[in-house]
């Protein structure tokens, strides 16, 4: 499909670079080890996918093949054990590293020995943000095997337009996307990719009905800002208990100028939705009905659903205990707010994983976070 894609005379040479990173993505076998990085994180993920599609094949084998884990939070020692054992089943696992360029490279030098010499067996993926670390473990990856350091640079000006253009089409828009309402959209969603993917599929699926408007007039009613619709899938990683997604996100939104309190309101609104759902549950109303009374996205009707049945009372009522303390926190305590949210979402997390799941963040308490 992509070297159809390929073949295309409107995308940009930023985009055909890309696209061809995830064409040999696509054909090789996985390597050892990648260092993925670069501003464009929709192509980060798309790579990602592609991988976790070649090494993982099945939901099932999912909590055997594939770990997600933080540089951040990650022990080395652990990490190499990890990455030296062979999965129980099939040929090769998957480790992720998001936020690698944090892990703490211990001074033995147990992660650049494994970076020299690593397990056939596993394949490793350091997601290291913007730009790549300079780090020995780092050097000695680029050393071995260039290839396996990708980078993917952000689409920019008349490059960008042109993927919106393009996009639309995929998403089954049948007018023309203008160069001119491109730029709205971009205005108005921002430059990530993923955010303004979305707020296309939304301008298609309006675009069906012809009662609804033109492609112009939708466009400016329909899109929103890239923060606020990421804030949705932060929500959706922390219901799921995927805690090192969701901190991902967390921190993106973070250092795009979100303010601290929208993101503490967009969880307490979740957690407020859930409480209905788990009530409505109870009493023995539909999904259906509980989904179109609440206003749920659809896309996430099943994660609230989940949630739900997983997390007990008392476990609920203690995250709202968390949400009034975090709350008072933001606005009093001396400390960054970042420190306050991470904590906030490792706990919420950790109710709400399935029991004995993996990437749950720590249930932690940090002395004086709240004082």
């Known amino acids: 499909m992509l070297l159809g894609i390929l073949v295309q005379k409107d995308i940009s040479p930023g985009e055909t670079a890309a696209l061809e990173i995830l064409e040999r993505l696509q054909k090789e076998e996985p390597r050892p080890i990648y260092v993925l990085y670069g501003q464009e994180a929709f192509f980060i993920d798309k790579a990602l996918a592609i991988l976790k599609q070649k090494i993982v094949p099945s939901a099932d084998l999912e909590t055997l093949l594939y770990h997600s884990l933080t540089g951040s939070e990650v022990d080395p020692a652990t990490l190499y054990d990890l990455a030296s054992t062979p999965p129980f089943v099939g040929d090769r696992q998957l480790i992720l590293v998001r936020r690698a360029g944090e892990i703490r490279e211990p001074e033995d030098g147990l992660l650049v020995r494994y970076a020299a010499d690593p397990a056939p067996f596993t394949c490793m993926v350091l997601e290291t943000g913007p730009s790549m670390p300079k780090g020995a473990m780092f050097r000695t990856v680029q050393e071995r095997d260039p290839d396996g350091c990708v980078e993917f640079p952000r689409l920019r000006g008349h490059g960008l337009l042109k993927w919106v253009c393009r996009i639309g089409r995929e998403k089954g828009i049948q007018v023309p996307i203008s160069l001119s309402l491109a730029e709205q959209i971009v205005a108005a969603v921002g430059p990530d ?153 490792g706990t919420v997390a950790h109710e709400l994983g399935p029991g004995g799941g993996k990437n749950l963040g720590p249930k932690r308490f940090i002395p004086g976070a709240y004082g």
Request: charged share 25%.
């Open 193 to 345: 990719l993923s955010s303004i993917e979305r707020e296309m599929e939304k301008l298609a699926l309006c675009l069906r009905d012809p009662a609804s408007g033109t492609a112009s007039e939708l466009a400016g009613a329909i899109v929103s800002s890239s923060a606020q619709d990421e804030s949705y899938h932060l929500v959706d990683h922390l219901l799921r208990g995927d805690w090192s997604a969701g901190l991902c996100v967390l921190h993106r939104l973070l250092t795009q100028g979100v303010p601290p309190l929208v993101l503490l309101s967009r969880i307490s609104w979740a957690l407020r939705r859930l409480w209905q759902v788990k009530e409505g549950i109870e009493r023995g109303e539909s999904m259906d009905r509980l989904s179109s009374r609440l206003r749920l996205p659809f896309p996430a009707r099943e994660t609230y659903r989940g949630a739900a049945l997983r997390i007990s009372w008392r476990s609920l009522k203690n995250l709202f205990f968390c949400l009034e303390e975090t709350d008072r926190a933001l606005k009093s305590s001396r400390l960054p707010p970042q420190v306050h949210l991470e904590d906030l979402c």
